[in-house]
């Protein structure tokens, strides 16, 4: 076996020259492979006694994409388009071996490849949507050659992983290799591609067909899913691109779309979230040789909404769960809903019927908390009072296994002072569920004052098995998440307080890409969550709004009056309930601006995410954004508060705030970091 360069070999197995990857840890088309591969190719082509090449890759996946850390930077060596050229004018037959997953630029390159072959736990696909990008090297043009254009739109503008057999029925991949024989498999194949004299086949010669209608029907179909985002739109221009025009000029529009998301602030800030989603893994004092404690079984305590949701997440990554209620009545509820929940996901063909009743198998309930005495994990999600938390994990403490790890759910009560009351605070850790909780991706993990290293390694990890982003954040109320949610939600009232209406302040956060605004998502969550009908006394508009009986869409009335559709429509009544307050408040209704609303919701949340900062409730600004984008709906293309700061500039942030410290109070004062940061010209990027 010969080097070509640090990242790339290549051998001859007979007549069949081998090209071999390895650039851990994904193979990731940085300059060194670009190089490599170039060479290798230039190599093998050379070599007269090489009749054909494959390209495989070490370990654990083939190429997954272009390196996007290199994004941005200047171009240095090979470029993809030179490696592309090579691969498909090689006048020997080239093989792509593919493992693990095939992704973006990777399957750029394997479609320039004559044939693929590939084992069936391998997955292909093009997700460079996920990053506001398109395929920028011939992906948008070739995929449609063999796909078609209906299936290229589902692929590109999703960014969905294709499995192996899938890939194979659509005729991206040629021959399926049996698990775990790819190496020589691949020769196999393309010892058989020479004997039986196979074309050379390029996939730029196809062609494809498609409708105009189809296109008009995807854009109306997905019209809601894509608002606000730009790459959808290309990816889909480009498709079209590659059903009207010839192959080059196809690559012309390609290319230009390509340049302009790329240099434009949705990939940015997509590319950004990428990585922030990641680097969140990263626990400064917490490294990689910290024990994760083994998680066999996990209790949940609560049969409700959220411990229900909670208790899918293990389910579904088959790991069994005992789950207890104080009554009857609610547990037999409890384990209905999430059967019915499975039942309705088989439906939609998302399931079969056989996991349906695997994962209730691995699910019993329990009216005894002593039954979670060997449990490796126990959630507490009962109802958010401080009183019933600390007497539930009193009982755990005599009840739990030593070194089982005694989690909370709840959502803004101090960790601190639950764990407290157990003889073993070092084994007490929040872990904050968003609702839905087997939907939503966010999982707040929450560090109390001595929760131990493996608690925390172990909930970090544990997140990750269940397919959820785990963010590590201190103890302050409300924690990273609903502590600027508290502060947006203040700002919401107060500038409809002042003349606003319910419905101005909504569609401003819908527009700036909020899949709903604040009053939008009262009405749906239900007003009379927290309300108490004996001692509401009409002091708040919610209170009379309760009152009145307007309390949220299951009632057909709340902030706004709801059709038989559940469409919502602005209320004359709210607007009259709105506007006596003001008169009784004295306050003279005045015009505020979309632009006044935007700022005050918004710099008030960067300004609360820089105290939480400096006060160390978060590891780094990305790990909030990370929590606001994956558990509250920002808009990903804004990559989350701290970027948009950021991208608006802090200077602006803080003379905003002043600006509204002068005319509405110290709320609006500017934390001393931001200050900081804004004189010195910094970002909160620029913190390490
Ligand atoms: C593209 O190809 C553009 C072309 O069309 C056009 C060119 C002209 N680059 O996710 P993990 C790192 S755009 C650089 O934890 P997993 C990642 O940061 C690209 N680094 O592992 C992490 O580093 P660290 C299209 C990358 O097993 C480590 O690898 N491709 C890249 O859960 C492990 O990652 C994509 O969008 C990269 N492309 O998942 C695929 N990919 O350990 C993006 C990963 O320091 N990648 N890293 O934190 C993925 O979806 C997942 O990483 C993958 C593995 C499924 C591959």
């Given at each position: 076996?010969?080097?070509?360069?640090?990242?790339?070999d290549l051998s001859n197995e007979g007549d069949v020259a081998v090209i071999t990857l390895n650039s851990p840890p994904v193979n990731a088309l940085s300059s060194g492979v670009r190089d490599g591969l170039y060479e290798g190719f230039k190599a093998a082509i050379a070599d007269d006694s090489v009749k054909s090449i494959v390209l495989i890759c070490d370990g654990r996946t083939f190429i997954a994409g272009a390196d996007i850390s290199e994004f941005g930077g200047a171009a240095k060596g090979a470029?993809?388009?030179?490696?592309?050229?090579?691969?498909?004018?090689?006048?020997?037959?080239?093989?792509?071996?593919?493992?693990?997953?095939?992704?973006?630029?990777?399957?750029?390159?394997?479609?320039?490849?004559?044939?693929?072959?590939?084992?069936?736990?391998?997955?292909?696909?093009?997700?460079?949507?996920?990053?506001?990008?398109?395929?920028?090297?011939?992906?948008?043009?070739?995929?449609?050659?063999?796909?078609?254009?209906?299936?290229?739109?589902?692929?590109?503008?999703?960014?969905?992983?294709?499995?192996?057999?899938?890939?194979?029925?659509?005729?991206?991949?040629?021959?399926?290799?049996e698990e775990g024989n790819l190496r020589a498999g691949a020769i196999a194949f393309a010892k058989k591609v020479v004997a039986e004299n196979w074309p050379l086949k390029k996939v730029r010669d196809r062609e494809v067909k498609a409708d105009p209608q189809v296109f008009a029907d995807f854009r109306k179909a997905n019209a809601r899913k894509f608002r606000g985002f730009?790459?959808?739109?290309?990816?889909?221009?480009?498709?079209?691109?590659?059903?009207?025009?010839?192959?080059?000029?196809?690559?012309?529009?390609?290319?230009?779309?390509?340049?302009?998301?790329?240099?434009?602030?949705?990939?940015?800030?997509?590319?950004?979230?990428?990585?922030?989603?990641?680097?969140?893994?990263?626990?400064?004092?917490?490294?990689?040789?910290?024990?994760?404690?083994?998680?066999?079984?996990?209790?949940?305590?609560?049969?409700?909404?959220?411990?229900?949701?909670?208790?899918?997440?293990?389910?579904?990554?088959?790991?069994?769960?005992?789950?207890?209620?104080?009554?009857?009545?609610?547990?037999?509820?409890?384990?209905?809903?999430?059967?019915?929940?499975?039942?309705?996901?088989?439906?939609?063909?998302?399931?079969?019927?056989?996991?349906?009743?695997?994962?209730?198998?691995?699910?019993?309930?329990?009216?005894?908390?002593?039954?979670?005495?060997?449990?490796?994990?126990?959630?507490?999600?009962?109802?958010?009072?401080?009183?019933?938390?600390?007497?539930?994990?009193?009982?755990?403490?005599?009840?739990?296994?030593?070194?089982?790890?005694?989690?909370?759910?709840?959502?803004?009560?101090?960790?601190?002072?639950?764990?407290?009351?157990?003889?073993?605070?070092?084994?007490?850790?929040?872990?904050?569920?968003?609702?839905?909780?087997?939907?939503?991706?966010?999982?707040?993990?929450?560090?109390?004052?001595?929760?131990?290293?493996?608690?925390?390694?172990?909930?970090?990890?544990?997140?990750?098995?269940?397919?959820?982003?785990?963010?590590?954040?201190?103890?302050?109320?409300?924690?990273?998440?609903?502590?600027?949610?508290?502060?947006?939600?203040?700002?919401?009232?107060?500038?409809?307080?002042?003349?606003?209406?319910?419905?101005?302040?909504?569609?401003?956060?819908?527009?700036?890409?909020?899949?709903?605004?604040?009053?939008?998502?009262?009405?749906?969550?239900?007003?009379?969550?927290?309300?108490?009908?004996?001692?509401?006394?009409?002091?708040?508009?919610?209170?009379?709004?309760?009152?009145?009986?307007?309390?949220?869409?299951?009632?057909?009335?709340?902030?706004?009056?709801?059709?038989?559709?559940?469409?919502?429509?602005?209320?004359?009544?709210?607007?009259?309930?709105?506007?006596?307050?003001?008169?009784?408040?004295?306050?003279?209704?005045?015009?505020?601006?979309?632009?006044?609303?935007?700022?005050?919701?918004?710099?008030?949340?960067?300004?609360?995410?820089?105290?939480?900062?400096?006060?160390?409730?978060?590891?780094?600004?990305?790990?909030?954004?990370?929590?606001?984008?994956?558990?509250?709906?920002?808009?990903?293309?804004?990559?989350?508060?701290?970027?948009?700061?950021?991208?608006?500039?802090?200077?602006?942030?803080?003379?905003?705030?002043?600006?509204?410290?002068?005319?509405?109070?110290?709320?609006?004062?500017?934390?001393?970091?931001?200050?900081?940061?804004?004189?010195?010209?910094?970002?909160?990027?620029?913190?390490?």
């Amino acid at each position: 076996m010969a080097a070509i360069n640090s990242v790339t070999d290549l051998s001859n197995e007979g007549d069949v020259a081998v090209i071999t990857l390895n650039s851990p840890p994904v193979n990731a088309l940085s300059s060194g492979v670009r190089d490599g591969l170039y060479e290798g190719f230039k190599a093998a082509i050379a070599d007269d006694s090489v009749k054909s090449i494959v390209l495989i890759c070490d370990g654990r996946t083939f190429i997954a994409g272009a390196d996007i850390s290199e994004f941005g930077g200047a171009a240095k060596g090979a470029s993809l388009f030179d490696v592309q050229n090579i691969m498909e004018n090689s006048p020997k037959a080239v093989v792509a071996a593919i493992h693990g997953t095939a992704l973006g630029g990777g399957l750029e390159v394997a479609l320039t490849a004559h044939y693929r072959v590939a084992v069936p736990s391998a997955k292909v696909g093009l997700p460079e949507v996920n990053l506001g990008l398109l395929p920028g090297a011939g992906g948008t043009q070739r995929l449609p050659r063999i796909v078609g254009a209906e299936k290229a739109l589902e692929m590109m503008t999703s960014g969905s992983h294709v499995p192996g057999k899938a890939a194979a029925a659509m005729g991206l991949v040629d021959e399926l290799v049996e698990e775990g024989n790819l190496r020589a498999g691949a020769i196999a194949f393309a010892k058989k591609v020479v004997a039986e004299n196979w074309p050379l086949k390029k996939v730029r010669d196809r062609e494809v067909k498609a409708d105009p209608q189809v296109f008009a029907d995807f854009r109306k179909a997905n019209a809601r899913k894509f608002r606000g985002f730009k790459a959808p739109e290309s990816n889909i221009q480009c498709i079209e691109a590659a059903v009207n025009l010839p192959f080059e000029e196809g690559l012309a529009v390609e290319r230009k779309l390509f340049v302009e998301l790329m240099t434009g602030p949705q990939s940015a800030a997509q590319r950004y979230v990428f990585f922030a989603e990641r680097a969140a893994n990263k626990i400064p004092d917490v490294g990689d040789d910290v024990e994760i404690l083994p998680i066999k079984t996990v209790g949940v305590i609560g049969a409700g909404t959220m411990g229900g949701g909670i208790s899918m997440n293990f389910l579904n990554a088959g790991i069994p769960v005992k789950i207890v209620e104080m009554k009857q009545e609610a547990l037999d509820r409890g384990l209905g809903v999430i059967r019915k929940n499975y039942e309705n996901t088989a439906k939609k063909g998302r399931l079969t019927q056989d996991d349906v009743e695997k994962r209730m198998a691995a699910l019993t309930g329990s009216l005894e908390l002593s039954d979670l005495a060997d449990c490796d994990l126990i959630i507490e999600a009962v109802f958010e009072n401080m009183d019933i938390k600390k007497d539930i994990f009193g009982k755990l403490d005599k009840i739990a296994k030593p070194g089982a790890i005694l989690a909370t759910n709840t959502s803004y009560l101090n960790v601190d002072e639950i764990a407290a009351a157990t003889s073993r605070p070092e084994s007490v850790i929040g872990l904050h569920f968003f609702s839905p909780a087997n939907v939503m991706r966010l999982l707040e993990i929450v560090r109390g004052d001595k929760t131990s290293k493996p608690v925390i390694a172990t909930s970090m990890k544990l997140a990750k098995t269940i397919g959820k982003v785990g963010v590590l954040v201190g103890v302050c109320p409300g924690f990273v998440g609903n502590r600027m949610l508290s502060s947006r939600q203040g700002q919401a009232q107060a500038v409809v307080a002042e003349g606003a209406m319910p419905w101005d302040v909504d569609r401003v956060l819908y527009d700036f890409g909020f899949p709903m605004g604040p009053f939008a998502m009262s009405d749906l969550a239900g007003l009379d969550i927290g309300w108490d009908k004996e001692k509401s006394s009409g002091s708040t508009i919610r209170e009379v709004l309760c009152e009145m009986d307007r309390r949220g869409q299951k009632t057909g009335a709340g902030y706004y009056d709801y059709d038989e559709n559940r469409n919502a429509k602005p209320s004359p009544v709210t607007e009259k309930i709105i506007k006596d307050f003001a008169a009784k408040a004295g306050t003279n209704p005045r015009d505020v601006g979309d632009e006044e609303i935007l700022e005050r919701t918004i710099f008030t949340m960067i300004n609360e995410g820089a105290k939480i900062l400096e006060e160390g409730k978060a590891i780094r600004a990305s790990d909030i954004d990370t929590v606001w984008v994956n558990g509250y709906g920002w808009p990903v293309y804004r990559g989350g508060p701290m970027h948009y700061g950021d991208s608006v500039g802090l200077a602006k942030v803080v003379e905003r705030l002043k600006h509204y410290q002068d005319k509405h109070g110290d709320f609006f004062k500017p934390s001393a970091l931001l200050e900081k940061l804004a004189s010195e010209g910094k970002t909160f990027a620029s913190l390490k």
